[in-house]
């Protein structure tokens, strides 16, 4: 090879290396072209160095010398170029090339932040589309509901201690004479909201922020994510819940999840359980379910001879928490971007 298509090569490489660093818009992008044109194996600079060993003897002394020139080069562009994107993309301190007051025009420029969805609605789209996989849409109800959906057609009665003002946000805005609005308590307000509407056979999950007055701990909030599932077709069993249940965590989760049901109470299901999920020996609670109650199915004009259905209100929160390794749901609203941009 001669001296001139070797230098040719060189420089080639120089403005194109030169480019690849300038143009990285963070430290992923300047590892790659560090592999691509520094790469101690498989570098273009190494494809490059071998072709030293082809030029005739009198040229190798200029060849080495411009191919070693090359090389710090293109290390100082990487090295400006990590440094650059350094410190969260700050751009660095304006200490050279401009007079002072004046921008540096020649510096890098200040990287810019894409935004990203918060980790809940990531999950909520994820819950989504699995559910949907199994044939779910999505039905949609209000955060501020009526004692009759969030109460009454769930089964629940005036004495029951769940309307207890205690364990709810209620507005105060009734008129004499009138029922009182609330902030909704639990998604299973869509369940009737869906089947006053329409027919069976019905398939829809809701998901959707609820509200309790309960105090903020580890897996509490006052403030959080439910999604609602509820099925009604003829001869929905407890069966079909237990394996839906469990195709979904499994697509979720991944294949090691197990569910176990405990025996519980809700006064819209009759049987009702408690949802449990497990990884290894440790089990956590993360919603309820059961068979709706034939009651609530007469109260939306349904005829429970003719139809079955189940149903099963799960916390978002805490599905995205074990996903995630997250021990403390409180981090999920505390704004903090270090632990938001993680996701
Ligand atoms: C209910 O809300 C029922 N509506 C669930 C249901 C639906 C039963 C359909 C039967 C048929 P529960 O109050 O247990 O049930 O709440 C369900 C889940 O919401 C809990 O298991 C938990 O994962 C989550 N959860 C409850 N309170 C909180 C809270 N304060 N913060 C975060 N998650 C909560």
């Known amino acids: 090879m001669s001296l001139s298509a070797f230098l040719e090569q060189l420089e080639q490489l120089a403005t ?22 520094l790469g101690a194996k498989k570098g273009l600079l190494k494809e490059v160095q071998k072709q030293l060993g082809k030029v005739p003897a009198e040229a190798k002394r200029e060849a080495g ?40 025009i020649t510096l890098p420029g200040r990287r810019l932040r894409l935004g990203r969805l918060h980790p809940i609605t990531q999950t909520i ?50 008129q004499v004479g009138q029922k009182d609005l609330l902030l909704r308590s639990q998604t299973s307000t869509v369940q009737i909201r869906v089947m006053e509407q329409q027919p069976p056979p ?10 309790r007055p309960d105090t903020a701990d580890a897996t509490h909030y006052p403030m959080f994510h439910q999604i609602e599932a509820l099925l009604v077709d003829k001869q929905v069993t407890m069966a079909d819940l237990k394996s839906v249940l469990r195709l ?3 697509s979720y989760f991944g294949g090691d999840v197990h569910i176990r049901f405990r025996p519980s109470f809700f006064p819209f299901t ?4 408690e949802v449990d999920m497990s990884w290894g020996d440790r089990w956590i609670e993360m919603g309820g379910a059961g068979m709706v109650d034939p009651h609530v199915l007469s109260s939306v004009g349904y005829d429970p001879e003719e139809v079955t259905g189940f149903a099963f209100g799960l916390g978002v929160e805490r599905i995205c928490a074990r996903r995630h390794g997250v ?5 999920f609203y505390r704004n903090d971007l270090r632990f938001l941009r993680q996701f």
């Open 16 to 37: 194109e290396g030169r480019e690849a660093f300038s143009k990285a818009v963070d430290q992923d992008a300047v590892e790659k072209a560090r592999v691509k044109y």
């Open 65 to 104: 010398q411009r191919f070693n020139q090359l090389k710090q080069d293109l290390q100082g562009a990487l090295e400006k170029a990590a440094e650059s994107l350094k410190g969260d993309g700050e751009a660095p301190a304006n200490t050279k090339g401009a007079p002072p007051g004046l921008p540096d």
């Open 125 to 174: 789209e994820e819950l989504k589309d699995i559910m949907g996989r199994l044939g779910f849409s999505v039905a949609d109800g209000p955060e501020i509901e009526d004692e009759w959906h969030n109460f009454e057609a769930l089964n629940i009665p005036e004495s029951h201690p769940a309307r207890d003002p205690l364990e709810n946000f209620y507005l105060g805005t009734a």
């Open 202 to 211: 019905v398939r829809i999950i809701s998901l959707g922020r609820v509200y």
């Open 248 to 250: 979904f965590a499994r």
């Open 270 to 273: 009759e049987p009702s359980v």
């Open 327 to 331: 021990r403390d749901i409180r981090e």
